[in-house]
């Protein structure tokens, strides 16, 4: 079995998440480029409709090289990781550089997404 790309050293601390602050983080930090939208090729970013528990890389969106090739789902952990710093995960993201250094913040988006 390879190693995950989001594997780290220590235990990851995943705070509780509330979907309503993540919303409200979501529209402030994230929707000028990500959207619900039926999946389509031509968005400016992926949809992100229903993404949680799916193969990364895997809507119609033009996804860079690696995480095309990655064969790993998005988990609660993997996003957490990944909005923390997603060039740390995928040096050719297409994804603006967009950190979100808060742990609570990134739990209150993926409670969010959860919820969808």
């Known amino acids: 079995m390879s190693q995950s790309r989001f594997d780290v050293n220590d ?14 983080m979501f529209e402030f930090k ?6 619900f939208e039926d999946d389509k090729q031509e968005l400016a970013a992926p949809t992100l409709k229903k993404i ?11 996804y860079s090289k ?6 790993e789902t998005w988990t609660e952990k993997n996003m957490f990781l990944f909005l923390k710093d997603p060039k740390a995960y995928f040096r ?5 550089q967009t950190k979100i250094a ?7 988006i993926i409670a969010f997404l959860k919820s969808l």
Do not use: W, Y
């Open 92 to 96: 050719d993201t297409k994804m603006a």
């Open 11 to 24: 235990q990851v601390q995943i705070p509780n998440g509330d979907a309503k602050r993540g919303q409200q």
């Open 30 to 35: 994230c929707s000028a480029c990500h959207n």
């Open 66 to 71: 690696s995480m095309r090739n990655c064969n």
């Open 102 to 108: 808060n742990p609570q913040e990134r739990a209150d």
């Open 52 to 62: 949680m528990g799916k193969r990364i890389g895997s809507t119609l969106f033009h």
